[in-house]
């Protein structure tokens, strides 16, 4: 009997619920900015059962709340539930977030509509057949250019029923994508290491394995951890990815770190990590990933690359490298090779085999030093090494030294390239290694068009096709040389070896003093004016001591074997280098380039601040990351910049001209060429006055270029 009875209470209730009105709210809410609703995922809840309630938010365009960490400024939205004796709300979970830049800050927050579903649970005691009502008071900031506090009084009604209801038609779908798209672990496991000035955060797991992590970005729960306005630097492994993240200007106690939990989304997808100090997994990082491709402009920003395809632009790259203005002062001691030996077809191609080899080990061993320093944490590009006054100064010593050597005044055996004499086979092999080493050195401020999609691809992925890359890059710039010395038609030109090739190679000493002069001008952006002075200093004390190695070998070839002038020269030589690196270098004076004496367009320092700033007046901007050691950046300042054209594009379009100056280490200009796939500069960056993602331009520019860009850019 008492089963019966039971039956037909349970059927009376399923009676009553489905009469009564499913989950109904009242009317949205209009704050001012928001339209805002409290919707249920179910038509109806049983005793004991949970379902989720989403507070909904339709933001005004141009608007946006915050999330649950706001950031550099705002307030997340609170939600303070009136509920029946017995029933219970969880926490609010959140939907992933975006960025929401507004001036200098970064703040975290929502833009257009979003839901934020909270599990309500129900009491085991609630009747069937009754209906509730939830409210809740729901507390916004709203914010813009100015930030409005509102808020609204919401409520929706329940029925109970005797079991769970179905899904609400309107809202049931709805509220299971938002629950579908909240970040959630899916076994992912995080480690993070702190220093004096950064986090680096790794992060590993099986999903991370299929999904592009070039976009990845770190949202934490706590806002006082990182600064939220620098970029975060990516490094894509074969496990997963690293993120070095600048820590905020007035970090808390490093126990704040031994813990650190946030939101992980890349691909489309959002994952909540904790991640515990400790020792980072080596599988997580690479070489450095570019963040995000903007689509639209040259250079190939917006598509992926294979080995085969990145080996291909490589060699194409190397080729052009030959072309480059940087390169020309090697093109000398080339045409002195060739010179000395182009009849002697054996020897010559000896020494093309030897340059391609020197080329080839030198841009390998380049790129090794560049996987390792990168890999401890440094965030560096191509170029890295013109970045330290140390080795500007030194390479500055050495193509003084050079210099003196093709203008006779010592000998490095026979001479560097065993030209105008009976030099020995391996001695013109070494000299032929040797200039194919120092040929790359030079060029490394160049970047020609194709290297740098081939380059900005191989510091994405591990250090063997990486190498493979930078490989093929080393056979292109020397295959041109190379080549030559196995064309016999061509050798069989050349004039036969003679008096005149002292004479030439003399010639062929200035293009070297004017690549020391001009890493001399290097050195003065780098550093104060002491800095120059110490080079010059050093540059009397080497030439003192190569001379007096001269006079030894002189006199060592007439018989006299004096040794003491030799041994005085080697010792001022090593002094030579000793003052040019050591102690360390002052900083500039005035950070930034100098503006170029009557220069027609001014320019602001980088900041992405200053960028922000501009996007949000309606302002196009050109973005010109550079540096002194750069010539390729150098030859566009005067066959671009400095045209009336340029001027005139950029005073009709009002457009903001700003410099990012990576002649000094930089590790936010860094993680800005990496978001773009480049390793080093130059790179032109057009943002377009209506927002939007930037053009990339060409490396080699004109005014036309300019001016065309900026004025689309405008429209």
């Known amino acids: 009997m008492t089963i019966i009875i039971a039956r037909l209470l349970g059927a009376l209730g399923l009676i009553v619920a489905l009469a009564a009105p499913v989950g109904a709210a009242a009317a949205p809410v209009n704050t001012g900015h928001i339209q805002a609703d409290l919707v249920a995922e179910a038509t109806s809840i049983a005793p004991g059962q949970t379902v989720h309630v989403a507070l909904t938010q339709d933001i005004q365009k141009g608007w946006h709340t915050y999330w649950r960490n706001s950031g550099d400024s705002g307030e997340a939205t609170v939600i303070k539930w009136t509920l029946p004796a017995g029933w219970t709300a969880g926490d609010i979970i959140w939907a992933p977030p975006s960025k929401e830049p507004t001036g200098p800050l970064m703040n975290y927050g929502y833009h257009g509509q979003v839901l934020l579903p909270v599990a309500i649970t129900a009491p085991k005691d609630a009747r069937p057949g009754q209906s509730v009502t939830l409210q809740a008071d729901a507390q916004f900031l709203v914010c813009a250019d100015l930030c409005v506090p509102e808020d609204a009084r919401l409520t929706v009604t329940l029925p109970v029923s005797a079991g769970p ?101 890349l691909a489309g997808k959002a994952y909540e990590i904790a991640a515990v100090a400790g020792p980072l997994p080596a599988g997580a990082s690479g070489l450095g990933a570019p963040a995000a491709r903007p689509a639209g402009g040259g250079g190939g920003g917006g598509f992926q690359l294979g080995l085969l395809a990145a080996m291909a632009f490589a060699f194409m790259g190397g080729l052009i490298l030959n072309l480059m203005p940087c390169v020309f002062p090697i093109l000398a001691m080339k045409a002195a090779s060739l010179a000395g030996h182009g009849h002697d077809h054996g020897e010559a191609r000896a020494q093309g085999l030897a340059f391609l080899l020197g080329c080839v080990a030198t841009f390998m061993a380049l790129a090794g030093l560049l996987i390792a320093v990168r890999t401890a944490g440094a965030a560096v590009g191509w170029g890295f090494q013109l970045q330290s006054p140390q080795v500007v100064a030194t390479l500055a010593l050495l193509m003084l030294a050079v210099a003196l050597n093709l203008s006779g005044l010592f000998e490095i055996g026979a001479s560097l390239q065993g030209v105008g004499g009976k030099a020995a086979s391996r001695g013109g092999m070494a000299g032929a290694f040797f200039t194919g080493a120092l040929a790359v050195v030079v060029a490394a401020p160049c970047t020609a068009p194709f290297m740098g999609p081939a380059l900005g691809w191989a510091l994405t992925q591990p250090p063997a096709a990486a190498l493979a890359v930078f490989a093929g890059l080393g056979l292109g710039f020397a295959a041109p040389f190379t080549a030559a010395t196995f064309a016999p038609g061509l050798l069989s030109r050349l004039p036969k070896p003679g008096p005149w090739m002292d004479g030439f190679r003399k010639l062929m000493s200035f293009p070297m003093y004017g690549t020391a002069a001009w890493l001399a001008w290097v050195l003065t952006v780098q550093t104060d004016p002491t800095g120059l002075a110490r080079l010059f200093a050093a540059a009397i004390v080497l030439a003192l001591g190569v001379w007096l190695l001269g006079i030894a070998q002189r006199r060592q070839a007439a018989g006299s074997g004096a040794l003491a002038p030799g041994l005085v020269g080697a010792v001022l030589a090593l002094a030579a280098l000793g003052v040019a690196v050591w102690p360390q270098y002052d900083q500039p004076v005035a950070a930034g380039l100098p503006a170029a004496e009557g220069a027609a367009i001014a320019f602001e320092p980088y900041s992405p601040e200053k960028l922000a700033t501009a996007q949000a007046a309606g302002k196009p901007v050109f973005v010109n990351y550079t540096a002194a050691w750069c010539v390729t950046c150098q030859v566009n300042e005067k066959v671009a910049f400095s045209t009336a054209r340029a001027a005139k594009a950029f005073a009709s379009t009002g457009a903001l001209y700003m410099k990012a100056d990576w002649t000094r280490r930089d590790a936010a200009i860094a993680a800005d060429l990496a978001r773009f796939g480049r390793a080093g500069v130059p790179l032109y960056l057009v943002y377009p006055a209506k927002g939007g993602d930037p053009q990339i331009l060409p490396q080699l520019l004109t005014g036309d270029i300019v001016a065309k860009a900026l004025e689309q850019a405008r429209s």
């Open 165 to 265: 209801g179905g899904p609400d038609p309107t809202w049931g779908g709805r509220i299971a994508q938002a629950l579908a798209a909240a970040p959630k672990a899916d076994g992912l496991t995080a480690a993070i290491a702190k220093d004096a000035k950064v986090v680096r955060i790794a992060v590993m797991g099986a999903p991370l394995k299929a999904l592009d992590k070039a976009d990845a970005y770190f949202f934490p729960f706590k806002s006082n951890l990182i600064d939220h306005a620098k970029p975060q630097l990516i490094e894509q492994g074969p496990e997963g990815l690293t993120l070095t993240i600048p820590l905020s200007a007035a970090p808390p106690a490093d126990s704040d770190y031994a813990r650190v939990e946030g939101v992980l989304e």
